[in-house]
């Protein structure tokens, strides 16, 4: 007998009812919570933890969106749904969801709107010079690839990282004002409750949950829709070695702690199909004032392997997931500088020999990189991996350094981004492709937006974009 | 309602009715089948396509198999459990499952042996030069790269891809004689029956399964157990987009026509868990004859990436996954020989420089690579990617010569390993670890030795052994 699915038969009792019962009150669930409430669907939403948050309260609280956003336009700067469209597109990993990524960059301004009305402030000014959220309240930043090689070809660049007006981490403040628009709305919030079964008919169709409440069963009925928004698994050991077992290497696992795979789970074992299980955010901030953009990043071979302006989620799922987590970042004197994340220096050289040695690489491996590296630079040049002009100069002036970016001594920052299949309305599907009636998902338990390289607020972004549309297709019954 | 399952209440006709029922009639069926009878239980295999054989029959019929199986003795190799499993824990990706591969290289040699039961021939001539099936009847080879960095390190190398005994391909011969020993035995076999659907009861039992033979339904129930062998997905697109992307470039796809994922998708209908969906075997077989190995392959960086004389399993899963595809075998007049696969002729030159750039590879990037490979190659050496001395010599007698290795003009051949969650007992397991009742599975529409790289043999070896133990546990239900 399953522990996850509980047979409709054997459910005599209720302890409560509602027209729609949202697990989890991270973004996405706030998003479902307020939806389906404004559609005039009596709510309920099960938080595991005392208060709402999850793992978005822990983030930086950038938000992705572009197409013209009032912010983007007040800093002055042009985008459109298609440009925002093609830089997903080619950026979000191999196969996204093209219906997904059209609808939300179409969503994204009136998504922008809704934020405002929740009461999340933004300022608008644009803060050049980091890749996630600034360390005052500026309000919008590059928190992706679109200035850099591939991308910065194939889509006009702007910058959609939309951050919170609160300097530093904004995370809280989001989920401080979202959670807020939860508890004034007629939703009723249940926390300490985790759910841990699925009350299923014979025919498939989800009517309820049963949820643990400080060691009590409380079973809790649906009678329009459940909506699972209970995050992804980083912190499941079993479920990374099953789907994304080179993650395990991160040392850092970005999360609350209910980010153990429970929805997916769920969901599963009520047969949904699942969608890019291995595809993880894995995030290596090794470039940190920008300016260290002009070094080399080298793996285990002395090669490079990546222009070095790339965002931070791209040098990491390159460093760990095709150079087995081997990477120094040399600079020469005239570059060295402090890096913002603290990173040890793992070797220290006048000379490139010097330098090679003492990191253990092969004998003239990055001589050879170097000499190929400095002849192009030279001319300002990167014909190999093509990062920008304005970041290359030869690496020269004795002495050379090298930042260890191994994951034994580095910081690797993983979450998940894959999970269960759902279409745009955010139904949760079999996998034969038919939605398993009763049952909706959003956020980090559901494949999102990116399916493998990340840009900085997307997970917040579908999370609530999908979170909405759960909340308003379940609500509607 | 879902398309797959169907609730047991719904089906109150049976055609017919065994204990035991296989999906699938390749190698994982077959030997489910045997055992499923041998320990006594009425046993029927339905097969979708007109006769048994299925992807088996169409591989080269390399079967893993080691620990001083009476082949390698006869040939004059030592091999051991425990170095077959240091091999097998280091070479198979990354979370293998230990206690299935333990479990099989214990039972490598009473495999063999059922084998030989069966009426499969072996020779007891050890073929080298080849990594697949040898042009003659030989019947060992090194079917993996145990004699290479970094495995050589590891285990002590030792021949195990057994070989059927007929010229070339083995497969055919090996599933002759397995369906012929099927048919011999009291199991009865249902071919044109393609199961599209579960029966399945409130608490999660498989009761039996829906086949269309015909356009025709019809309904067979199992008392004991039904048997999951129906192969991978490696012919159904939506599933290669959502799990493996970058494997739908490659120009082989080796599977039966049957190898559209039906079974893993009807036991994750059924509340199945999946494991490693994204692992995916591609073979880029570049260096055969064996002399090619003297080569150096580099990327679209110019750039060596992986010791040369590696199977092709890993040749071919570096430059899809971790290189986009983009690979040239470069070769001086001196090693060069025609490919024993075709392969055409990307670029010659009389300078490194000018192939570089016929190749359209970065200005110097080859020759830096060049340079530094020949400087250790003149000490017969490769301290960058440890290729054995007796391939290493300098690359440097015009004209040299590219042969192209890109997805766009040469052969991946590729088949999915990701699959079903199944125990050793080959149950079928939910995400919390619970089996199914009544449902097991084996072959590649589970999980099975291989998450990743591979080694020929892998395959054919856990599907008879898990297909075996699914048979006999099913059975005795």
């Known amino acids: 007998m399953s522990q996850l699915i509980r047979p409709a038969a054997q459910q005599a009792h209720w302890d409560e009812e509602a027209d729609v019962l949202v697990v989890g009150l991270g973004v996405a669930g706030a998003a479902a919570a307020l939806e389906s409430v404004a559609v005039g669907a009596e709510t309920l939403v099960l938080e595991r ?10 983030s930086g609280g950038v938000i992705y969106l572009g197409g013209g956003t009032p912010l983007q336009r007040a800093c002055g700067f042009e985008d459109s749904v298609e440009e925002m469209f093609k830089y997903l597109m080619a950026s979000c990993g191999p196969s996204p969801d093209e219906l997904k990524l059209r609808l939300y960059c179409e969503g994204s301004i009136e998504l922008y709107e809704w934020l405002l009305a929740q009461g999340v402030p933004f300022n608008a000014v644009h803060h050049f010079g980091v890749s996630g959220e600034p360390p005052n309240d500026d309000g919008l930043v590059y928190s992706g690839s679109e200035r850099h090689h591939p991308f910065c070809d194939i889509a006009v660049p702007a910058p959609r990282g939309h951050v919170p007006a609160i300097p530093n981490q904004a995370g809280p403040l989001l989920m ?9 709305s007629p ?8 759910c841990t079964t699925l009350v299923q008919e014979p025919d498939g169709n989800v009517i309820g949950v049963v949820a643990e409440v400080f060691g009590e069963e409380r079973a809790l009925r649906a009678r329009r829709g459940v909506i699972l928004t209970t995050g992804g698994f980083i912190h499941n050991d079993a479920m990374l070695e099953a789907h994304a077992p080179l993650a395990r290497a991160c040392s850092v696992r970005i ?6 795979g429970s929805g997916i789970q769920l969901g599963m074992a009520a047969g949904a199909d699942v969608l890019h299980m291995d595809a993880v955010s894995i995030s290596l901030p090794a470039t940190q004032p920008w300016s260290l953009k002009r070094a080399i990043l080298v793996n285990g071979q002395g090669q490079r392997f990546i222009n070095e302006d790339s965002y931070y989620g791209r040098l990491g799922e390159a460093a760990l997931l095709h150079h087995g987590g ?22 220290v050289g006048e000379t490139v020999a010097e330098l090679e040695a003492e990191l253990d690489l092969p004998a003239g ?16 040049e990167d014909p190999v991996f093509h990062k920008l002009s304005e970041h290359v100069k030869p690496l020269l002036t004795p002495p050379l350094g090298a930042f260890d970016c191994t994951t034994e001594n580095s910081i690797y920052a993983a979450f998940t981004l894959g999970g269960l299949r759902t279409d745009v309305d955010s139904r949760v599907l079999d996998p034969a492709g038919d939605p398993i009636p009763g049952l909706f998902g959003a956020g980090r338990a559901t494949s999102g937006l990116s399916v493998g390289s990340y840009s900085s607020g997307l997970s917040l972004g579908d999370g609530a974009f999908f979170g909405r549309r759960a909340g308003r297709n379940a609500g509607l019954g």
Chains 1, 2 share one sequence.
């Open 326 to 347: 081997r990477a120094w970042l040399i600079v020469d004197h005239e570059i060295f500088e402090k890096p913002t994340y603290p990173r040890e220096i793992a070797a």
């Open 187 to 194: 939703a009723g919030v249940r926390p300490d409750h985790r």
């Open 176 to 184: 401080q004002k979202l959670v807020a628009a939860v508890e004034a």
């Open 49 to 58: 933890a005392s208060g709402g948050g999850g793992t978005s309260a822990m």
């Open 255 to 260: 999360g609350a702690g209910g980010d153990d």
């Open 365 to 380: 491996s990055l001589e050879a990189t170097l000499g190929l590296y400095n002849r192009h630079a030279e001319k300002g």
